[in-house]
């Protein structure tokens, strides 16, 4: 397992595997991995010949204030995980590497990203499209790799790469939760031993919404309205959002008779928490 | 030579011509093609093993009072042409076929699209940057070809491909004029007897602004008065800008103290037409 700073190194790299014919999976990640990433690297492990993971928290996908600065990193936990795991190589550059001096363009969408998490981030999602598609440029992986905890991010890269007619498959992962359920996330550790416990009210929240689909409601206000009733019975939660959107548009639906994503974010504390069931997985 | 309709069969010769080892380059054009699209097939070809040629009237790059409509199509004139200058390849998609139902994604940039032909034409640059990323996914060429006639976008396009970590090489080639000097494009299709006459004012005054600098003249705005007064002199001529710009940002500057590009937008009664110089040439 090799860690390389610069994108010549990666390309280099790859070059060399794509001429010994061997396929090449990427698993994008900001670092601070987690079992959740592992899932990922797992996933790309059994899928193909090599595995990239970058590790790169990337400064244009936070707004100005947002937690870019705090936001943590542990790159030797990374390298360890990373080998744990069958991973190949770590591409972890400095911002400067990504974003020289006069960078200006970006790619971005005028739906999907107007919805969720594109309302409470305004410039997110550009950070994000923009980001990936250096890294899709920079690897020229045969797949990569997302969680489906991110639900609007996995939605938003589908349609680009569909859009912009990339030459890669996008595999969408399953959450990973800890024991007690709680979605896996690098900003769980933000959390303190108050928060930790009153973060359960998340995926509590989750297994009641789920459980009213599966009992058959179709009334989408009536399993919002049971959610967040339930969110704001706990004192440290504050709902960003609680929404049910159709699958495809990432627009609000007022009765599942599609296939949906139901998506929570709510801070805990100054902490900023999502997670979300997609109707068909119920 | 082979025309093709869709994405699909681009992709499926371009991977058997990679298979066989052989180097793909690509001209991205709107159609009607005429010596200026040659010289950049005869670029290509020889350059590369084998030459694609996308012949596309891209929807996204017109604003909504502009000549989408009108602009002149001919592909029997157009597979000739390209067949005669050593092309292996036309893709020639309908517009559904490149932007499907749902389609929202789209790459832009926050500068250099601001200036000279951005500021005339709001969402141009947008719709270029879009279609021809498009088509880089689509072909993945070794290298692509574009005419120094269209210098705002040859810059534009070497921006993007930079910031981007797009993997091919662009190259620039000089602009095609008519024996008496007019730059050929497709839009000279639009001029009558009287216009295509009054046109010419176009060349004279890049021939006066090249003649300027040549003589050591460091001044824009002596340059750039000197040609709007020799331009002005014609009467069905209306000059949309006349402007010095730096090379690299594609902001106007005073003084000729770096590389610069020397650009015109001139309506010849209701037809836009371009030219430009760069003063390194000169």
Redesign the interface.
């Known amino acids: 397992m090799k860690i390389v700073k610069t994108?010549a190194e990666v390309?280099q790299q790859v070059k060399e595997w794509k001429s010994q014919g061997l396929t090449v999976g990427l698993v994008p990640t900001m670092g601070y991995l987690h079992e959740g990433h592992a899932s990922l690297i797992d996933a790309s492990h059994r899928d193909n010949d090599r595995t990239v993971v970058s590790d790169f928290v990337n400064p244009m996908q936070f707004g100005p204030t947002e937690d870019l600065e705090s936001y943590p990193r542990d790159l030797e936990h990374d390298a360890k995980l990373v080998e744990a795991h069958g991973g190949d190589l770590i591409f972890n550059p400095e911002p400067s590497e990504m974003y020289h001096e006069?960078?200006?363009?970006?790619?971005?969408?005028?739906?999907?990203t107007q919805e969720l998490c594109g309302l409470s981030r305004p410039v997110h999602f550009r950070g994000v499209?923009?980001v990936v598609?250096?890294l899709f440029?920079?690897v020229?992986p045969d797949r990569a790799y997302f969680g489906k905890k991110d639900a609007q991010q996995l939605a938003v890269i589908r349609?680009?790469v569909d859009?912009?007619?990339?030459?890669l498959e996008i595999i969408g992962c399953p959450i990973v939760r800890e024991s007690d359920g709680l979605a896996k996330s690098s900003r769980n550790t933000y959390l303190n031993e108050a928060e930790r416990k009153a973060a359960l009210i998340l995926s509590k929240s989750i297994r009641l919404g789920q459980d009213m689909v599966k009992k058959g409601e179709k009334d989408c206000s009536k399993i919002i309205e049971a959610m967040k009733s339930l969110i704001t019975s706990e004192p440290l939660a504050r709902i960003d959002y609680v929404k049910i959107v159709d699958c495809?548009?990432m627009q609000q639906i007022p009765a599942l008779d599609r296939p949906a994503l139901c998506a929570i974010a709510v801070f805990i504390g100054k902490t900023r928490l999502i997670d979300n069931f997609f109707t068909e997985d119920v």
Chains 1, 2 share one sequence.
């Open positions: 994108i390309r006069g960078f200006s363009s970006f790619v971005d969408m005028t739906v999907l499209c923009t598609s250096k440029n920079i020229q349609h680009m859009d912009l007619n990339m030459d495809a548009t």
